[in-house]
């Protein structure tokens, strides 16, 4: 009997799933994006073996593709360009954390003390 | 913000507008990386599902994401305590925190919390998704493999009538849908595939070649501190797919190792997995470890637990210390390698920090048994206090290939990191 990945793959593990954000609504959307980040970077990781193939042979086939497996410094390069990307597209957390450790003032603040003259 | 926080002063600006760029120069000065290898560096056995080009990619990313949690978000959720949840919390209930129950409740408020708490819990269960997905979609020729290497070998020890201890039929431990028994079709391995394939991901490569940078790190811990120590047999309780006691039976090759665990999966996995890295000496055995009546008394020289007694129950726990006692032949000794227990010296903010995947990862008896007296209850089954053993362990790897957890002060995962506490016992030996 075959099973069907399609249904079974992204199955609920036992136990009530814990939510963390505000709303639901953001949690929800923020799943779906980090699984499209995930598809982009495996997008990514594909036109990368692509273009080291090409670059290599000038030509390539499918099973090339599969076949690929990168030196030790091809692999540091891919995974310098994926620690590159999470800063990226996580920036705005890496903003908090800074603004944590900061104590700006507001712009209003500063536009009223600039004018004291 | 409530109060500012100390920290590291901001690195002097770069003069780069004066001088003219030098490629030569800034590829030198580059940061030499430092990330998760690439996923193909995994060791592939004979029973280790196919994984295509794009399903690799999806474990490097996944693997790269827990590393960023770890090392770029998590500091923030350490500043945003220090800088606002524990001021709040102290100027409200005019007292500092009672326990850790109170900090990870306090800090749930919190949106940086909450936002590395949302990210790490989706990045587990797109591990789970991507893991099972390269199984099921070849599950037949997967189980097909691994009956084709266990079909009536006397080293697999399945008990149908087994029932479920409510350890493991309560939750799906670390959101693995199934977790370690389901059987989604007869004869089914898909479950321990999925968990062998992922866990490169959860540990960015820190468990080694065949994830069995425990085993081998066990093993190392033994050769150094009882190098007289020859076992003749050895039991591995929670055995999974045996991938940390493999190290163990390879090290000692003539040795009867008997690993025992609850899952039918793990275990027909786990048998030919072993037979196919030419290791002869391990019989799987399904049984709870609560109830070890099969095997005599005195009957091993070692037994050994490896990330397993966070899975049970205090019950269980306590029965597991007491047949470890009865079962030990004298001079023979046990050895468990667990997470440090939370003692009154750690902070409360790491306590809580570490109870993380109790409550969020669905490892629920892990808070309840970081805080037991683990020398009181081994002192309680029968062991003398001065045969006790304590000790350390990291995962042993190949260090041209992976990275070395001893070595990684970067990244405190608080539960996740590949070092460990080893507590044991050596039973007296009989009087010569």
Redesign the interface.
């Known amino acids: ?5 399609f249904a ?8 009530k ?6 709303s639901r609504d953001s ?1 929800r959307l ?2 779906i994006l ?2 499209v ?2 598809e982009l ?2 997008t990514r ?2 036109l990368d ?1 692509i273009e080291r193939l090409l670059e290599k042979n000038g030509a390539l086939t499918r099973a090339d ?2 076949r ?3 030196t ?1 410094t091809e ?6 360009w ?2 590159e990307y ?2 990226r597209i ?1 920036r705005i ?2 903003q ?2 800074e ?3 900061s ?1 700006d003032q507001t712009p209003e603040e500063i536009a009223d003390e600039l004018a004291r003259g | ?1 409530n109060a ?2 100390k ?1 590291a002063a901001p690195a002097k600006k770069a003069k780069l507008a004066s001088k003219k760029p030098d490629a030569k120069k800034a590829a030198a000065k580059a940061p030499a ?1 430092d ?4 996923y ?2 995994v060791g592939r056995h004979g029973v280790y599902p196919h994984v ?3 399903e690799a ?2 474990f ?3 693997a ?2 827990n590393r ?1 949690l770890a090392t ?2 998590m ?2 959720v350490k ?2 305590f220090d ?2 949840v524990e001021p709040a919390f102290k100027k409200t209930a005019k007292r500092p925190f009672k326990d850790r129950h109170e900090v990870r409740k306090a800090l ?1 408020a919190d ?9 790490r ?3 587990m ?2 591990r ?2 991507a893991g ?2 390269v199984t ?2 070849q ?2 020729a997967l189980n097909e493999s691994v009956r084709r290497l266990t079909d009536g070998d006397p080293r697999l020890k399945l008990d149908p009538k087994l029932s479920l201890p409510r350890y493991v039929a ?3 431990h670390h ?5 370690y028994h389901t059987e ?2 007869s004869g089914d391995a ?1 479950g321990a595939a999925n968990y062998d394939v992922g866990m490169f991901a959860t540990t960015g490569g820190m468990l080694g070649l065949y994830n069995d940078g425990g085993g081998h790190a066990v093993v190392k811990w033994v050769k150094e501190n009882l190098p007289a120590f020859k076992p003749k047999r050895i039991l591995d309780l929670g055995a999974g797919l045996g991938h940390n006691v493999l190290p163990i039976a390879q090290a000692f090759p003539d040795a009867e190792v008997v690993a025992v665990d609850v899952g039918a999966p793990m275990l027909r996995y786990g048998l030919a997995r072993a037979k196919s890295l030419g290791v002869k000496n391990v019989t799987f055995v399904q049984a709870d470890v609560s109830d070890l009546s099969q095997f005599k008394d005195e009957s091993f020289d070692w037994i050994q637990s490896t990330m397993f007694l966070h899975e049970t129950s205090y019950s269980s726990m306590q029965k597991i210390f007491a047949e470890t006692k009865r079962l030990l032949a004298p001079g023979g000794i046990v050895l468990h390698v667990e997470q440090p227990q939370y003692d009154p010296a750690m902070p409360l903010f790491e306590q809580a920090m570490r109870d993380w995947d109790a ?2 990862n ?1 490892e ?1 008896f892990w808070t309840k048994m970081h805080e037991v007296d683990l020398d009181g209850w081994m002192i309680k089954a029968g062991f003398k206090k001065d045969a006790l053993i304590h000790g350390g362990v990291a995962a042993v790897v190949d260090p041209k ?1 992976f990275p070395e957890a001893a070595k990684d002060s970067k990244q405190e995962d608080y539960g996740r990191k590949a070092a460990w506490h080893v507590i044991g016992a050596r039973k007296q030996a009989k009087a010569a």
């Open positions: 009997m075959s099973l069907d990945p079974l793959a992204g199955a609920k593990p036992k136990g799933r814990p939510w963390f954000l505000e949690e923020m799943t980090m699984a980040a995930q970077a495996v990781e594909r073996t593709i599969e690929f497996n990168p030790k692999a540091a390069e891919r995974g310098a994926t620690q999470l800063a996580l957390l890496q908090e954390q603004a944590l450790a104590e | 913000m500012p926080v920290v990386y990330g998760p290898p690439d193909r560096v295509t080009h794009d990619a999806r490097n990313f996944l790269h994401m960023h770029r978000v500091p923030g500043l945003a800088a606002r749930l949106p940086m919390f909450q936002w590395w708490s949302a990210l819990r989706a990045t269960e797109q789970q998704q099972r997905w099921l979609r599950a037949d309560a939750i799906d959101c693995m849908p199934g977790s989604l079709v898909t409550f969020y669905n629920p290939v």
